[in-house]
Every structure is written in structure tokens, then in C-alpha cells.
């Protein structure tokens, strides 16, 4: 597995465990955290729950690797942030936004600094140190909760959308807004490999809208349009697809949109064309019972419960059960073009492993090893158990993969 296409020197960076279908099927909890979100108190006597249904669970809501994959970000519904060693598989101290919340941790290119998201007292996007847990800046200008903000993979930018229906492209070294985008929904944003071309979804008219960075004050240079052929053989009207999130493959070919139904897509980057659907799981979306046939997921129940293996041979993805499923993408690569414009190939998991307790709402893969995270009400580290397996790749994994 290449934990990136390159180094930062411009070098092919040096190859890593294999990703191999004997090896994604041996993934097993390595450690467990039950403890990783703090379960909400009972209500006093006499005061409304915050939440009307099991008002005592939490759950995380969002998880990040720095660059290396050495550390891991949690943020939960506790409003408190998390730092864990991958490595030695243990935490290393917890920090707490009890005032502002926390949601959507993003490690910079500086795993002692981290970018978030607030869900309380207002809008404001906020760099946080985690070195000595002070803010080193605050970035405002959105009108509405940040619902999507990542990193760019190459320099100290990074993009927000929000459900005031815009995106702002920043930079960590000033605290205005660079760029704005207004859109007539609400949108998901992510950036391709090479940090020059970002996507941005908008839901309401199933558009995704590929944009140059260099010129992103311009028109989209290509606008796809997200169209399942095989919804209608299930109802007439089609349900609508709810996208919840985006991200490029590593190798720049693909792009896999996450959705709160029970499908993600596999779209190619070049041309937008719809190559795979991805099938199995139980989608994490709540209905809106006022409005006929829309979907309104709930913040943090679904959005990042589903993403790419560092070598773009594998999704991994959460479910409503807590099951974690496996996809092979590689399957689909042969398909000729005649076929992929008739209907996507659906692909049903390779492997399924049994998860969490509750839904798996988190699901990532480490960007340098052999190692996945989920996270729900509780965290799991996974790595392939080498048990049964021939010598030779049991001595490779112990040898390269995290020690817990």
C-alpha cells in the first residue's frame, strides 16, 4: 500500500503492505475505546432532555489522520476533541470546545494543529492548537452551520461549505475569506490529489460542479449530473440521492460520493461518467416525514461514514447496523464505455465484518498503514490479523503495520 503517489520531494515514496483481498478480509478490532465519548447525563427532575429519544447516548461524529497517519482526531457529540497515538494505540490527552462544540476535525499539514467546525454560538470555522490547546486564529464570514470542510492536499488552503449556501476558500495564514462561491444549495466540497481542482455537490439539483482553482471565480469546467437509471425499477417518482460526501481517489481517477440512502456511487473524474454503485450496507439517513420523498439527514449521522483505501483499490464504509463493509473497486476498471453508459456495475461488498454496538458512522482508512479506524458511541482500531495466513505475509505485517 503507497501511502501517497509521492513524496514531498517529488520521489516515489517507498511501498508499504500490500492491500490484497486475503489481507482486507483479516481485519479484525485491534483495540477498542469504549470510553471515547462521554455518555450525556440523565435530565434533572423537572427539565427536557436535549434529546427526546435515548437521550444518553453519544457518539463521534468525525475522525481525521495527520499526514503521516501516526495520530488520529476524534470530535463527538460530548464537545470534546480527542488525540490518539495510531501507533502505540492509546490516548493521548482530550480537549474540550464546550462553549463553541466541535465537528469536522481536520488535521493541517502539522499534526500539532487542527482545524474545526463549531456547533454552537456561531458559524465561525476555528485553528486550534493542539500543542497547548489555545486558538491561533478564527475564520468568519459563514451565515449558516459548516457542513463540509477539508483540507487542500498540497498547501496551507483549505474549503468550507455551509448550509448558507455558499463555499469560502480560505488560507490558515489570514483570517479572510479568499474566495466565495454561492450556490443554490447546500454543498459538499473536496479537493482532487494534486490540491488544483476541488468538486463541490449540490443536492437539490443532483449537480456536481468541477471547478480550477486558479480560476474558481469562473464557470465549472465540467457539471455532472448524478442520475441512478436503476432507482426507477424500485418506485416511480425515483427516491432523490441525498449526497453527504466526496472525495477523490489517490490516483486521481475517481470520484466516490458518499449518500445517506443505501448506495454510494463511483463516479470517473475525467468526464463524470457513473461506473459503479456500491451496494450491502443500511444507509445512515433520516427521513423528513413533512415533505414527501426528501431526505434530511441529521448533522454527524452520516457524511464521513465512507472512504477510499490509500491505493484506490478499496472503499470501506459504515452502515446503520454498525456493520463495516469492504468494496473491491478494481472489479469495474474493465467495463467498456457502451457499458458504463447504460447502468453503473453494482458492486456488493467483498467482506463484511461485524463493527460497533450502534451505526458505524466513521469509517477511514490510515494514509501510511495497514489500518482503519471506525467510530460511533465507541472507537475501534482495526488491523489484518495474520492467523492463517502463509508465513512470509504475517512477517511483512508485523513488520510495517502500527503496533498496538
Known sequence: MAPHPSTSNGNQA???????????????????????????????????????????????????????????????EDETFRLYSCKMGKPLKSLYSKKYGVDLPRFTHKNTAIIHASTKEDDTIRYHSLHDN????????????????????IDDGFMSG?????????????????????????????????????????????????????????????????????????????????????????????????????????????????????EGHVGLERMSMSVPQT???????????????????????????GRVFIWDIQSHASRNETQRSKTPNVIQPMTVLDGHPGPSRCVKFNPRFAMMCTAGTELAFWLPDPSGDAEEIAKDLLKKRPVL
Open 14 to 76: 517507498p511501498a508499504m503492505v500490500a492491500l490484497s483481498h486475503q489481507t482486507m478480509a483479516k481485519f479484525k478490532p485491534a483495540k477498542i475505546f469504549k470510553s471515547a465519548v462521554e455518555s450525556q447525563p440523565p435530565p434533572t427532575p423537572g427539565s427536557q432532555p436535549q434529546r427526546p429519544t435515548n437521550p444518553t447516548v453519544r457518539s463521534i461524529t468525525g475522525i481525521s489522520f495527520d499526514d503521516r497517519g501516526d495520530q488520529l482526531i476524534t470530535a463527538g
Open 134 to 153: 489555545k486558538y491561533l486564529q478564527y475564520f468568519r464570514g459563514h451565515k449558516g452551520k459548516v457542513i463540509s470542510l477539508e483540507m487542500s492536499p
Open 162 to 278: 455551509s448550509m448558507d449556501k455558499t463555499v469560502r476558500l480560505w488560507d490558515l495564514r489570514t483570517p479572510t475569506c479568499r474566495g466565495l462561491l454561492t450556490l443554490p444549495s447546500f454543498p459538499i466540497t473536496a479537493y482532487d490529489s494534486t490540491g488544483m481542482v476541488f468538486a463541490v455537490a449540490v443536492n437539490h439539483y443532483s449537480r456536481i460542479l468541477l471547478y480550477d482553482l486558479a480560476n474558481f471565480d469562473k464557470a465549472p469546467f465540467v457539471t455532472i449530473t448524478l442520475e441512478d437509471p436503476t432507482l426507477s425499477f424500485i418506485s416511480y417518482p425515483p427516491r432523490p440521492i441525498y449526497m453527504t460526501s466526496m472525495s477523490f481517489s489517490c490516483d486521481g481517477k475517481y470520484l466516490l460520493v458518499g449518500c445517506s440512502g443505501n448506495a454510494h456511487y463511483i463516479l470517473d473524474a475525467f468526464d463524470g461518467a457513473l461506473v459503479a454503485k456500491l
Open 295 to 321: 431526505i434530511e439527514p441529521t448533522k454527524g449521522i452520516s457524511g464521513e461514514e465512507v472512504s477510499w483505501t490509500p491505493d484506490s483499490k478499496y472503499v470501506v464504509g459504515g452502515s446503520l447496523d
